[in-house]
Antibody, heavy 116, light 106 residues
Framework: EVQLVESGGGLVKPGGSLRLSCAASGFTFSSHSMNWVRQAPGKGLEWVSSITSVSTYIYYADSVKGRFTISRDNAKNSLYLQLNSLRADDTAVYYC?????????WGQGTLVTVSS | SYELTQSSSVSVSPGQTARITCSGDILAQKYARWFQQKPGQAPVVVIYKDSERPSGIPERFSGFISGTTVTLTISGAQVEDEADYYCYCAADSRGVFGGGTKLTVL
């Protein structure tokens, strides 16, 4: 089955860190760029970061630049997002998304809650 | 940075045509996509490259671009089409979503 499964979310205090993972299956992971998109509770979608197929190019939204780091391990069919210096406004569901030129495959999301 | 502007809500009766618009200067240069998101679910792409429909998406969904505005049209909207709809565009290696439009069908 073609799918993306995120994990690693949870409750963290402001200033803390978290590492999200996304396990891909059912397709050739190493052939595709990947993205992270987040959605704060009751709010709209926000693009967070993208990485090309062999990590040549990496991009971030201004809101997370310098705090978040995207990476991938093609041998493990996995995508990661390291979240540092977390703030309350980083609270959101984080989605792992395949990019074929279109964001055509989404995971179910993992919830990150930043609260003291 | 680029911005995409959507109206916050649209309401139609079942069988009527729903039109959701998305405006932004970047749309004159880059393709738009439309995503449907139902409560508690991940988004699903319903239109890509401004007007292309993925396999499995009903024919009642269509997309159109005029200048800097793209329009998602749902012809003969069904109750199951009630959802939030987001336009999206990738430009300068960054993604931008519109603010979302809540479609009510009742």
């Amino acid at each position: 089955e073609v799918q993306l499964v995120e994990s690693g979310g949870g409750l963290v205090k402001p200033g803390g860190s978290l590492r999200l993972s996304c396990a891909a299956s059912g397709f050739t992971f190493s052939s595709h760029s990947m993205n992270w998109v987040r959605q704060a509770p009751g709010k709209g979608l926000e693009w967070v970061s993208s990485i090309t197929s062999v990590s040549t190019y990496i991009y971030y939204a201004d809101s997370v630049k310098g705090r978040f780091t995207i990476s991938r391990d093609n041998a493990k069919n996995s995508l990661y997002l390291q979240l540092n210096s977390l703030r309350a406004d980083d609270t959101a569901v984080y989605y792992c998304v395949r990019d074929t030129g279109d964001l055509d495959l989404w995971g179910q999301g993992t919830l990150v809650t930043v609260s003291s | 940075s680029y911005e995409l502007t959507q109206s916050s809500s649209v309401s139609v009766s079942p069988g009527q045509t729903a039109r959701i618009t998305c405006s932004g200067d970047i749309l004159a240069q880059k393709y738009a996509r439309w995503f449907q998101q139902k409560p508690g679910q991940a988004p699903v792409v319903v239109i890509y490259k401004d007007s292309e429909r993925p396999s499995g998406i009903p024919e009642r969904f269509s997309g159109f671009i005029s200048g800097t505005t793209v329009t998602l049209t749902i012809s003969g909207a069904q109750v199951e089409d009630e959802a939030d709809y987001y336009c999206y565009c990738a430009a300068d290696s960054r993604g931008v979503f519109g603010g979302g439009t809540k479609l009510t069908v009742l």
